[in-house]
């Protein structure tokens, strides 16, 4: 059976089963509401742009925060693989801060610089940076030295080398690592944004959760859930396949 049609009726059995809940009121409606009040909640957030802002808001501060991570991460690894002494030392903070939910770091973001947009940014940027980090210095250190003395007896030395060997051979790594970073930076904006001003989705979820809006938190997170899956296997997985499969790396 195609795969596409195996998640349709699973999710159409998870679904039914919701509703079937919901109509026999095996749990109550505070708890999980009926999938009619969810969909009633987002038409409503929606139609009145509420849903659309945080949105915007949303990949606003994503964009910046993930574009940070890849760009301080990439040279971050760099440094941990050409440097020994780096990555006997550095290395060893980096590998201590990626085992830290990101969420760890508001009380910190907060103090440093208040509930605002900088704090939230500054989680985004700490949740991608140590996993892109990690993935550049691996697909480095894992460059095949008969490569490096290739290059290096036809005269390729210094920056030509990372250039046009090492950042080449490294690609694989480089896409992983940047799929890893964009999940661990989304995780850590709906957790920033959770004890934010507003707008964005975790805001939302907050408030909502605050007045008792069940069906809106129940929207939310589906929301949230369903970008993540969209970008994690529409974009990232599709490109992490095609240079897996280019390089040789995947059958």
Not at 115 to 124: Q, R, S, W
Not at 181 to 189: G, N, S, T, Y
Not at 193 to 200: A, F, K, Q, V
């Amino acid at each position: 059976m195609n795969p596409h049609i195996k998640r349709i009726i699973f999710f159409a059995a998870i679904i039914a089963f919701w509703y079937a809940g919901s109509e026999l009121e095996w749990w109550m409606p505070i708890i999980l509401p009926s999938p009619e009040k969810v969909l009633e909640a987002l038409v409503i957030g929606f139609e009145d742009k509420t849903l659309i802002y945080d949105l915007i808001a949303s990949f606003k501060r994503l964009g910046i925060g993930l574009g940070l991570s890849l760009v301080i991460g990439t040279a971050l690894g760099v440094l941990l693989a050409k440097s020994k002494t780096a990555d006997e030392t550095l290395g060893t903070i980096v590998l201590a801060f990626q085992s830290v939910p990101s969420i760890v770091w508001l009380p910190l973001a907060i103090m440093w610089f208040g509930m605002n947009e900088k704090a939230v940014i500054f989680v985004v940027v700490l949740g991608g940076t140590f996993v892109m980090t990690l993935n550049i210095r691996v697909g480095i250190k894992n460059v095949s030295p008969l490569f490096i003395k290739a290059a290096r007896t036809m005269g390729v030395n210094g920056w030509n080398l990372y250039k046009r060997v090492i950042f080449p051979a490294a690609i694989p790594y480089v896409v992983t690592g940047s799929r890893l970073a964009w999940a661990f930076a989304w995780r850590a904006l709906m957790a920033g944004e959770l004890l934010s001003t507003g707008p964005g989705l975790g805001y939302t979820l907050r408030y909502a959760s605050d007045f008792g809006n069940m069906g809106l938190v129940i929207g939310v997170m589906i929301i949230i859930g369903i970008i993540g899956t969209v970008v994690d296997q529409l974009i990232f997985q599709r490109i992490e396949k095609s240079v897996l499969n280019r390089w040789g790396l995947e059958s």
